[in-house]
């Protein structure tokens, strides 16, 4: 599967951006699919899941409430809503398949489908 993520940009704090992750080669219900996002010096950070049989979502506990996933089957392509936003969630932000939970967390699969990044700033 290739992943294709737009939609990044600079927001000031409170305020909304949605990002989008065309997908092509598989369909976006084939597997775990979900949005990763990496800050400069940080550990990248799974934050937001949707499943693939049912559409049912899981959020990281710093973007509950915030952030909402979502997918359209026949465009192909997942969504990432995101509100009331803060600069903590300045980073780049990826699109990913294959997500695997093991133990407590969220991993991309050994194939590491992502989608190339799009930088997400918050700042006044």
């Known amino acids: 599967v290739q992943l294709q993520a737009s939609g990044g940009g600079l927001v000031q704090p409170g305020g909304s951006l949605r990002l989008s992750c065309a997908a092509s080669?598989?369909?976006?219900?084939?597997?775990?699919m979900g949005w990763l996002r990496q800050a400069p010096g940080k550990e990248s950070e799974v934050v937001a899941v949707i499943i693939s049989s049912g559409g049912s979502t899981w959020y990281g506990d710093s973007v509950k409430g915030r952030f909402t996933i979502s997918r359209d089957v026949a465009k192909n392509t997942l969504y990432l809503q995101m509100s009331t936003m803060e600069p903590e969630d300045t980073a780049v932000y990826y699109c990913?398949?294959?997500?695997?939970?093991?133990?407590?967390?969220?991993?991309?699969?050994?194939?590491?489908?992502r989608g190339q990044g799009t930088q997400v700033t918050v700042s006044s």
């Open positions: 080669g598989r369909s976006v219900s084939s597997y775990h």
């Open positions: 990913a398949a294959d997500l695997r939970w093991r133990t407590d967390k969220w991993y991309v699969g050994p194939a590491n489908y």
